[in-house]
């Protein structure tokens, strides 16, 4: 089946530092990936959705120029998280629709800012 | 009020029970819905798709009534390992593929 790899699984970084999030499709190509963030208890909240070689489409209170999308590649999509804070710990996971029309997520990105 | 509501939960039900889950959408466009499963600190993973005239595979069976704006989710013969959160994804757009998570609803299976 369709496999979406995330890299790292988790980080710890410093406050004020920036961190980048991988996410590829390993047997299938993905022109839109999604970029969700999950805090503890909750559900996943989309963030944002990453088109190659365009723009990404950001949700309303995201603050595109702290959570940089960058989708240069069929199979790769990066969230950077800039200028991290302790409030952007979190649990971040992407996703694509696969070939099957269904959505396939990466194993997700635990974030810690200390 | 939210595009995609569901009950949390928790629901604690005994091994070999039966326990269904609703979840209502708003928006009565909606095209595409499925049920997902997301055990502790793992990404979801996708249950089941959720057709018009309902389905059923092996244990899990689920329903949408497009008239009330719900789908359900019956688990039978529960085992422990269906512990897990439950979540309700709609798909509201026609022409996009962005899709709408529940909030979840959290089942424990107790033995």
């Known amino acids: 089946g369709a496999v979406v790899s995330q890299h790292p699984s988790w980080v710890i970084c410093k406050s004020g530092t920036s961190v980048k999030i991988e996410c590829r499709s390993l047997?299938?190509?993905?022109?839109?990936m999604f970029w969700y963030r999950q805090f503890p208890k909750q559900s996943l909240m989309l963030m944002a959705t990453?088109?190659?070689?365009?723009?990404?489409?950001?949700e309303q209170g995201v603050e595109k120029d702290k959570f940089l999308i960058n989708h240069a590649s069929l199979t790769l999509s990066t969230l950077t998280v800039t200028s991290a804070h302790p409030e952007d710990s979190s649990f971040y996971i992407c996703s694509a629709r696969d070939r099957g029309g269904g959505y396939t997520f990466g194993s997700g990105t635990r974030l810690t800012v200390v | 009020r939210k595009e995609v509501e569901q009950d949390p939960g928790p629901f604690n039900v005994p091994e070999g029970a039966t326990v269904a889950f609703n979840c209502t959408y708003s928006?009565?466009?909606?095209?595409?819905f499925f049920w997902y499963r997301q055990d502790c600190r793992k990404e979801p993973k996708l249950l089941m798709s959720v057709y018009s005239s309902g389905n059923e595979d092996g244990r899990f069976t689920a329903q949408l009534n497009r008239a009330s704006q719900y789908i359900s989710l019956l688990i039978r013969d529960s085992k422990l390992s269906d512990s897990a959160t439950y979540l309700c994804?709609?798909?509201?757009?026609?022409?996009?593929?962005?899709?709408?998570f529940g909030s979840g609803t959290r089942l424990s299976i107790r033995p």
């Open positions: 047997d299938f190509q993905a022109t839109t």
């Open positions: 928006n009565s466009a909606s095209q595409s």
């Open positions: 990453s088109n190659e070689g365009s723009k990404a489409t950001y």
């Open positions: 994804v709609v798909n509201p757009y026609s022409s996009a593929s962005k899709i709408i």
